[in-house]
């Protein structure tokens, strides 16, 4: 059986500043744990569509009550593999973020759409889902119950760095507003 998460949430932003923050999100205080990112590949299609692949470590620390069935030099890192498909035409970024390691033991999917919204000017729609599963034979329910709740609360965490990246970028428009003005 695999966990099932989805949430929507209307981000308070023009989808081109959320884009453009979307890419400077790392780092920030709110994802410490990220610890690099990298582009692996890029491409600009025919029909003008940025696809990427950019591999992600983040640290990675099991709960308290795992540690102790687990081998002491197992890995605390994770390593993360994020598809994206930015579509300038449509005004959609879509990406898809699952992990390369300690799968058997919890394997995340997560895929994340943020569209301009045609109701509600400068507002950006972000739909998040995630699909959380274990192979952990006995214990995959309990180990998918805490996947699901840590990614809960990752997530609050994620939207809180966006919204860092956020507010820095419109920093450096109000800045660049005031420089062109002078």
């Keep these: 059986m695999v966990k099932y998460f989805c949430s929507s949430t209307d981000i308070k932003s023009t989808w081109d500043h959320v884009v453009s923050a979307f890419w400077q999100r790392y780092p920030n205080p709110f994802s410490t744990h990220v610890l690099t990112e990298d582009v692996v590949y890029r ?3 025919t029909d003008r569509r940025l696809l990427s692949r950019r591999l992600l470590m983040k640290t990675n620390r099991l709960p308290r009550w795992a540690e ?3 081998p002491a030099g197992m890995s605390r890192y994770v390593y993360i593999l994020e598809d994206s498909i930015l579509d300038p035409v449509n005004r959609s970024l879509t990406t898809y973020t699952w992990n390369l390691n300690h799968t058997t033991l919890l394997s995340v999917e997560e895929r994340c ?3 301009d919204s045609a109701e509600q000017p400068a507002t950006t729609q972000l739909k998040r889902e995630a ?3 274990s192979s952990i034979f006995g214990f995959s329910k309990p180990i998918q ?3 699901l709740a840590r990614f809960k609360s990752n997530q ?3 939207m809180k760095g966006l919204e860092y ?3 820095n970028l419109q920093g450096r428009y109000a800045a660049f507003e005031l420089e ?3």
């Design 165 to 167: 990246a956020l507010s």
């Design 180 to 182: 062109m003005r002078a």
């Design 113 to 115: 759409v943020f569209l």
């Design 131 to 133: 699909w959380i599963s």
């Design 43 to 45: 491409e600009v299609t």
């Design 68 to 70: 102790r069935f687990f």
């Design 156 to 158: 609050v965490k994620a």
């Design 145 to 147: 119950e805490f996947g």
